[in-house]
Structures are given as structure tokens and as C-alpha cells.
């Protein structure tokens, strides 16, 4: 059984663990798309 101050340093590592993830997963859909910056060279969003 956990102890109180395990389970909440085991939620941080998951809340982090999922976090970085999905920030990898984004860039990563970004990149592999190729969409455009919304301003790019002065064009109207």
C-alpha cells in the first residue's frame, strides 16, 4: 500500500510522464505535417 506522499509524488511523475508526451506527440504531428506558421511571411491568419 501506498502511503500518502508516495502516491502523490506518484501521480507528479505520471502527470508529467503524460504531459511530455503529448508535448512530443504535438511537435512531432507539426513537423511531419508541415503546416504553415498562422502569420507566415505576413499573410493573413
Partial sequence: MLTASQFKASLTVLAVA??????????????SAGAPAVHDEGEPA
Fill in 18 to 31: 503524460v504531459a511530455v508526451l503529448v508535448l512530443v506527440e504535438s511537435i512531432r504531428f507539426w513537423v
